[in-house]
């Protein structure tokens, strides 16, 4: 079979462009810690103040300095919590869900971006390695106040 010596070129380019994204894929995930957000559980939307978790949202202390959970609820139009608090250079896991219409979990200047949907708790970990405050908003227009939807992330030097 006859190839045209610019189609094989370029058939050669486009593999060695698949091996280079696999490969980018690879050092993504394994050197530099970049994970999709994970769909962790289901809950139902309605009854969230009856769930033990959901009803008191916040940071948990798992591992005293080195690990943290975080339960985030996203509703018209805020966090709740709007603040938290966590040491520099622990493990933080999110769990994220939303009370009503679709929104999303993004803090600004990490690798932390989610959707939030009703019905689903959305799971993403996160170090943060220098002390500081980092804005969380919404990213996906839902409704009115959407603009106002944004809080704070305090990292301490030690908790
Ligand atoms: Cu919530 Cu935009």
């Given amino acids: 079979m006859h190839i045209d010596v610019l189609e094989k ?9 698949m091996a280079a994204f696999a490969v980018l894929i690879g050092v993504a995930a394994f050197a530099w810690g970049v994970q999709v957000p994970t769909l962790e559980r289901r809950v139902d939307p309605a009854r969230l103040k009856d769930d033990p978790i959901w009803s008191n949202p916040g940071v948990r202390e798992v591992v005293p300095g ?19 608090q966590v040491p520099v ?7 994220v869900t939303s009370a009503d219409v679709q929104h999303a979990f993004k803090i600004v200047g990490t690798s932390v971006s989610m959707q939030v949907l009703p019905g689903y708790v ?5 170090t943060f390695q220098e002390p500081g405050e980092y804005s969380f908003i919404c990213t996906e ?6 603009a106002a939807m944004y809080g704070v992330i305090k990292v301490t030097e030690s908790k």
Avoid: D, N
Wanted: net charge positive.
């Fill in 122 to 126: 959305g799971k993403v970990s996160y």
């Fill in 141 to 146: 227009y839902c409704g009115i106040g959407h």
């Fill in 66 to 84: 080195k690990h943290y959970e975080v339960y985030m609820i996203a509703k018209v139009w805020q966090f709740e919590p709007r603040e938290i």
């Fill in 9 to 17: 070129r370029w058939i050669q380019i486009s593999i060695a462009l």
């Fill in 89 to 95: 250079g622990a493990r933080v896991t999110f769990y």
